[in-house]
């Protein structure tokens, strides 16, 4: 596949660096493909660079960003960073994938 190939990827206005009072921060990606109504992709990535990406789409933007303050408030900001099987766990069905 080359670049030309790849479809255009649109960025929600609702992504950017979210930190901590630990100082541990993150970027949070919420993007689709340019035209599509198939919903946002919701993506952490860690200050290591690994990427957190949910496996669902969301209907909306803010949407997938309630999504992230979710997982946040109930795991922390540095579960994201602490996840080696490549899931967190929250206590709920919400197991983003590495």
């Known amino acids: 596949m080359t670049e ?3 479809p255009e990827i649109e960025y929600s206005p609702l992504s950017g660096s979210v930190s901590d009072e630990t100082g541990e921060t ?5 993007y689709r493909i340019v035209g599509s109504t198939d919903g946002w992709a919701l993506e952490v990535i860690d200050s290591d660079d690994a990427s957190t990406v949910w496996e669902d789409l ?3 933007d803010q949407d997938a960003l309630d999504e992230f303050r979710s997982v946040v408030e109930v795991a922390g900001l540095a579960s994201f960073r602490e996840a080696p099987s490549g899931e967190i766990d ?9």
């Open 58 to 60: 969301f209907a909306t």
């Open 26 to 30: 993150v970027e949070v990606a919420i």
């Open 90 to 98: 929250i206590g709920a069905d919400i197991k983003p994938k590495h």
């Open 4 to 6: 030309e190939d790849l």
